[in-house]
């Protein structure tokens, strides 16, 4: 093997021994709860020493808001193939937004409680930047569709971010749904449910016409 093919090797297992320890590090806050979670569990959950860890992350902070900004890198996914890709259909907004949201209920109650507690106190101030401007981006996005959408007759002519932050209550409040002890107790069909809520998604904003008033 020669030296580029060394170096190259290398360089290739660092990255899947640091998506390793993201990925165990999620699935450990999820399980456990972040605040009990140490760099020594995720380190044993991925079978290294704790020292290896922290080649790759400073802090455990960091771990987090890495995390976080993963998440709304795919949400941005999203919001690229609804405007550029093949299957480009910005009527599909509301539903590919809730649905993504809502396809993991436990990651997005994590990064919800992380927001609390990172966002404004934390050791990384440049990744918490770095989120902000991925989120600013994402807004940008989404406000532009809806922009689209309204200009199209097909929603309600308001200002964008009246469409924008009232699908994001519907999705938070799917998820406080999903996670309350006491009103799973009255959701017998948890899946029928959440698809009738997608549903709403869908028509949520719509403009409605004469005939239907």
Not at 13 to 28: P, S
Not at 50 to 73: P, S
Not at 148 to 174: C, M, N
Not at 179 to 200: M, N, P, R, V
Request: glycine share 4%.
């Amino acid at each position: 093997m020669s030296d580029l093919q060394k170096v190259s090797q290398k360089t290739l297992d660092f990255r899947r021994r640091e998506e390793d320890i993201l990925q165990r590090a999620q699935e450990l806050f999820i399980s456990h709860g972040e605040d009990k979670v140490t760099v020594e569990m995720i380190a044993d959950a991925v079978g290294i020493g704790k020292g290896t860890i922290y080649k790759h992350f400073e802090t455990k902070d960091e771990i987090c808001l890495r995390l976080m900004i993963r998440y709304e890198e795919e949400l941005a996914q999203v919001f690229i193939r609804l405007v550029d890709g093949e299957d480009k259909d910005s009527a599909r907004l509301a539903k590919d937004y809730f649905s993504f949201r809502m396809n993991d209920p436990e990651r997005y109650a994590l990064f919800d409680r992380l927001e609390h507690k990172l966002t404004n106190t934390t050791s990384c101030p440049e990744l918490v930047k770095n989120l902000h401007e991925i989120r600013a981006s994402n807004m940008d996005q989404l406000t532009a569709i809806v922009e689209t959408r309204i200009s199209e007759g097909k929603l309600q002519d308001v200002p964008a971010y009246f469409h924008v932050f009232a699908a994001w209550a519907l999705a938070h409040g799917a998820v406080a749904l999903y996670h309350s002890k006491f009103y799973q107790e009255f959701i017998d069909d948890k899946d029928g449910f959440f698809d009738f809520l997608a549903e709403i998604g869908i028509r949520m904003g719509n403009k409605r016409n004469k005939d239907d008033d």
